[in-house]
């Protein structure tokens, strides 16, 4: 504790050195300082004033005007024999949120001071907890006249007496958010089994088990036995709309009146709809995006479904500091969503209206036109086993296991050098074991395949990828600002083939597959078999392409796309199987020319580029992020660039990367040899004659259905 400068952080956190605030970032400090990886996995995060004393006054006004608690939080009324209000906070740490409490009451001239009661598994933040509460009691004439105070408690709230948190009208804080939870075999298990209902089948449900989830449905039974009450967190946003949490979220509309979310926005791990102009930033100094979430409940409740009000901010930490300390629960322009859209039942205003998503709706999912389909390969270490020449990804692996790392705790490794090691006896490297991998946009590398060292090696889908298939890419998830997730491979793909983005995976859907006895068969449903051939195009296993073209051609249009984003986004991707032939030969023929160009079949067949790399220069790959591109000329370094290019062609998306930049940007400080530059000016010409195609795909698809508006 010597090496923490408590003058300073108090200072940091309180101008006035007060020592409020400043004890709980401490704590914080010291743990980074001393015990990252306790503080990461515990979610160790001092809440900022502001944010507590948003919470804290929500409550209070809630409590009067919709509970009918006079004085809110310092109402001593006596329901059923007990206290009104009694209030926890089940992930307690230092105190903050009972702290603010205190300091709310005592602000009101308050003479009742309701039954706090917080819990922790951390001895440490409990004794700052005590410490602080008892020296604000100690320092109010108010509180010592009532010998009132909080009540701390060491454990895990999960598996407290149930008899003990009974009473409890208010549930308050700032709970952990670790997907890889710490309250594993609890009281708690049992009670998701309600948010997993109707996800079951979905195949990665992993996120349901995360510790913000559990306490949210903790504090749910809490309020549920009490009869009525308010649950009332700052926690991670993902569960608002991601759709493995639809079961949760019907969950709480079931259980609760009226919900109340306060999206903070602030996440860096996907592409969020800011504003034009505005800088967004987390209010706390991590990753994932927050939310205020409040959920109420009152006695004797009759609805069948509660009112959702819901309102969201944008702006640098600081703006939304002062934006928490000038309003509340009648100054908010609260947005009111009285049918949250089947079945996702999201937490937030739709992007598209009812229509949109009606007609959208009516069309054919993809999950519904092929039979199989698999998530991407996840290597595990794309350092080590992915590389750009095929004995380099030999060299790294033989070298690794000739020269073990040093770390004696394997717990610093990665997943993949854990395997090899626990498997380097019966390993093989050879050139057998390294195979093209396709690991982003027109981008072909290497990558050594053992199953047994990958993080997800996914074999079925590894063995549609033979020679002569063709693989149709996409996803089901889309957390990026727009949906461009779509391309073809012939080769095995890489999990983020499509973006980097939190759980927007990429998705394998074969043309053909082998089955186990080498019998080589359509991975296309009858249904589309059926449409096909009314459309006068039988599948020919000759062509591919063919099966595909008019599918790719309508996920390719960029007037379908704007009309349908917000949708797009939200699920596999569906298409609209209309019985008009020549609508469907025209996509049909368009859709094969742009799947033989994004797998650069013109590369192997000749082509003339359009552009050549000009300037003096060694052919270095340097980082220029601003600059690459002026003018028609595409930068690899100060001195050298391809010229002419096409800005259309620069802003070119596949998924969520800007392709070329993005093939440039991933081989800062390589050279570039003359095949490469070949391959270079192949993708720019591939991608000039895409956008050819597409404006005709636009023209054809916005004139038959007007998707253009």
């Known amino acids: 504790m010597k090496s923490v400068d408590v003058a300073r952080d108090i200072k940091e956190i309180e101008p006035s050195g007060s020592l409020d605030d400043g004890v709980s970032r401490i704590h914080e400090r010291f743990l980074q300082k001393y015990a990252p990886r306790e503080k990461r996995t515990r979610g160790v995060y001092y809440t900022p004033k502001p944010v507590t004393g948003f919470i804290v006054h929500m409550v209070d006004a809630l409590l009067k005007e919709k509970l009918g608690f006079v004085d809110g939080l310092a109402d001593s009324s006596v329901i059923d024999g007990r206290e009104g209000i009694q209030v926890l906070d089940p992930a307690t740490g230092t105190g903050t949120f009972l702290f603010h409490i205190l300091d709310h009451l005592e602000k009101a001239a308050c003479w009742h001071v309701p039954r706090l009661v917080g819990i922790d598994l951390m001895p440490v933040p409990l004794a700052l907890a005590r410490m602080r509460c008892a020296v604000r009691i100690l320092n109010s004439q108010q509180f010592k006249a009532m010998h009132a105070g909080p009540v701390f408690i060491e454990g895990n709230a999960f598996e407290q007496d149930p008899e003990s948190l009974k009473g409890f009208s208010v549930v308050i804080g700032n709970p952990p958010y670790s997907r890889a939870s710490q309250n594993k075999i609890t009281r708690i298990d049992a009670l998701l089994g309600a948010y997993k209902e109707g996800v079951r089948g979905d195949k990665n449900i992993q996120a349901l088990s995360d510790d913000y989830i559990k306490f949210i449905r903790f504090g749910q039974e809490i309020i549920y036995r009490n009869g009525f009450g308010i649950l009332a967190f700052v926690v991670n946003h993902t569960f608002l709309t991601g759709p493995i949490f639809r079961g949760m979220r019907h969950s709480l509309m079931a259980a609760f009146d009226e919900l109340y979310v306060l999206d903070l926005h602030g996440n860096a791990k996907i592409q969020e709809n800011v504003p034009a102009g505005v800088v967004d930033q987390n209010i706390f100094p991590i990753q994932q995006g927050t939310c205020v979430f409040i959920a109420l409940k009152v006695r004797k409740s009759g609805t069948q479904r509660s009112t959702l009000y819901h309102y969201e901010i944008f702006g640098t930490k600081e703006e939304k500091f002062a934006w928490l300390e000038a309003n509340g629960l009648n100054s908010i322009p609260w947005h009111l969503i009285e049918h949250p859209r089947e079945p996702l039942l999201a937490f937030s205003p739709g992007k598209s209206d009812d229509a949109v998503f009606e007609e959208y709706g009516a069309f054919t999912s993809i999950e519904d036109i092929f039979r199989f389909h698999s998530v991407g390969g996840k ?331």
């Open 379 to 709: 290597p595990g270490d794309d350092e080590l086993l992915v590389s750009f020449d095929q004995n380099d990804t030999m060299n790294k692996i033989k070298a690794f296991l000739t020269e073990p790392s040093k770390e004696t705790d394997h717990h610093h490794l990665t997943e993949a050098k854990r395997k090899i090691l626990s498997n380097a006896p019966s390993l093989r490297v050879d050139a057998c074991q390294v195979i093209p991998y396709n690991y982003r946009p027109f981008d072909l590398r290497f990558v050594y395949y053992d199953r047994r060292a990958w993080t997800r090696p996914v074999t079925k889908a590894k063995q549609q990828c033979y020679e002569g298939n063709l693989i149709f890419l996409t996803t089901k998830l889309v957390k990026d600002r727009e949906f461009n997730h779509v391309f073809v491979a012939n080769a095995f793909t890489d999990v983020i083939f499509l973006s980097n983005t939190s759980s927007t995976n990429c998705y394998l859907f074969p043309i053909r597959v082998i089955a186990p006895d080498g019998v080589v068969s359509w991975n296309i449903s009858r249904r589309y078999h059926d449409y096909s051939e009314r459309m006068g195009a039988p599948f020919d296993a000759g062509d591919l392409p063919g099966a595909i073209g008019y599918v790719y051609a309508i996920l390719w249009s960029s007037s379908f796309k704007r009309k349908f984003n917000a949708c797009l986004k939200e699920g596999a991707p569906r298409i609209p199987l209309v019985e008009d032939k020549a609508f469907f030969g025209k996509l049909r023929v368009l859709g094969k020319m742009l799947v033989s160009l994004h797998l650069l079949e013109l590369e192997k067949g000749g082509f003339d580029p359009t552009c050549n790399i000009e300037g003096t220069g060694s052919n270095i790959v340097e980082m220029m992020r601003e600059t690459r591109f002026h003018e028609g000329h595409l930068h690899i370094n100060p001195q050298q660039f391809f010229s002419p290019v096409q800005e259309n062609a620069y802003d070119f998306h596949v998924g969520k990367y800007a392709v070329l930049r993005k093939w440039l940007d991933d081989r800062i400080g390589k050279t570039l040899e003359a095949r490469e530059v070949r391959h270079f000016q192949a993708m720019v010409r591939a991608i000039e004659l895409s956008n050819d195609i597409i404006a005709r795909i636009d023209g054809i698809v916005a004139g038959r259905f007007g998707y253009g508006s």
